[in-house]
T-cell receptor, first 114, second 115 residues
Framework: AQSVTQPDIHITVSEGASLELRCNYS??????LFWYVQSPGQGLQLLLK??????LVQGIKGFEAEFKRSQSSFNLRKPSVHWSDAAEYFC????????????FGGGTRVLVKP | ETGVTQSPTHLIKTRGQQVTLRCSSQ?????VSWYQQALGQGPQFIFQ???????GRGNFPPRFSGLQFPNYSSELNVNALELDDSALYLC??????????????FGPGTRLTVT
């Protein structure tokens, strides 16, 4: 069975500082990995995805993530945070063998200090 | 290109009632998935529809059911509503698997409150 853990429930970062959100997954085969962002009361917006190939993937809004198979991790990073990045971030794992259903982590809420 | 749309935006129902939520998939997408997101939690997979058939189901009771129509739009029906059904219900569509894309694109959700 697939599972995703996001160890940090809340993270507070100053505007302009770097951000790293952690994600660990459990899945027997090569997973499909995603990061989504959710603003309050809104749906989920896809930030980036990993299916195969280059383990460092670039996404929208200046985000990137690195797939590390040996650590079963897919951490999200941004070099310089903007106030508009305050939101909840979800890591998700999917797999064709599982009918492409997504299993989500519990989310990390990011607060940005001025 | 129109994204995923859902209706209604908000809904208030009484325990024991039935509810139908609607979703229109993104243009060109033939697969629709439904997720339940309780307050403060990540979304949980309810089921997926492909070619008008259920194509996978999460750990939800049979009172959660769905439909997909020939135009790929979808409905989620919940019977005998319980207080714990209060949540944000998210619909997501995904392109044909032959395109090599596996991502899902989400709608804005329907906020259901059961009193």
């Amino acid at each position: 069975a697939q599972s995703v853990t996001q160890p940090d429930i809340h993270i507070t970062v100053s505007e302009g500082a770097s951000l790293e959100l952690r994600c660990n997954y459990s899945y027997g085969a090569t997973p499909y990995l995603f990061w989504y962002v959710q603003s309050p009361g809104q749906g989920l917006q896809l930030l980036l995805k990993y299916f195969s190939g280059d383990t460092l993937v670039q996404g929208i809004k200046g985000f990137e993530a690195e797939f590390k198979r040996s650590q079963s991790s897919f951490n999200l990073r941004k070099p310089s945070v903007h106030w508009s990045d305050a939101a909840e971030y979800f890591c998700a794992v999917g797999a064709r063998a599982a009918g492409n259903k997504l299993t989500f982590g519990g989310g990390t809420r990011v607060l940005v200090k001025p | 290109e129109t994204g995923v749309t859902q209706s209604p935006t908000h809904l208030i129902k009484t325990r024991g009632q039935q509810v139908t939520l609607r979703c229109s998939s993104q243009s060109g997408h033939n697969t629709v998935s439904w997720y339940q997101q309780a307050l403060g939690q990540g979304p949980q997979f309810i089921f997926q529809y492909y070619r008008e058939e259920e194509n996978g189901r999460g750990n939800f009771p049979p009172r959660f059911s769905g439909l997909q129509f020939p135009n790929y739009s979808s409905e989620l029906n919940v019977n005998a509503l319980e207080l714990d059904d209060s949540a944000l219900y998210l619909c997501a569509s995904s392109p044909p698997t032959g395109t090599g894309s596996f991502e899902q694109y989400f709608g804005p959700g329907t906020r259901l409150t059961v009193t």
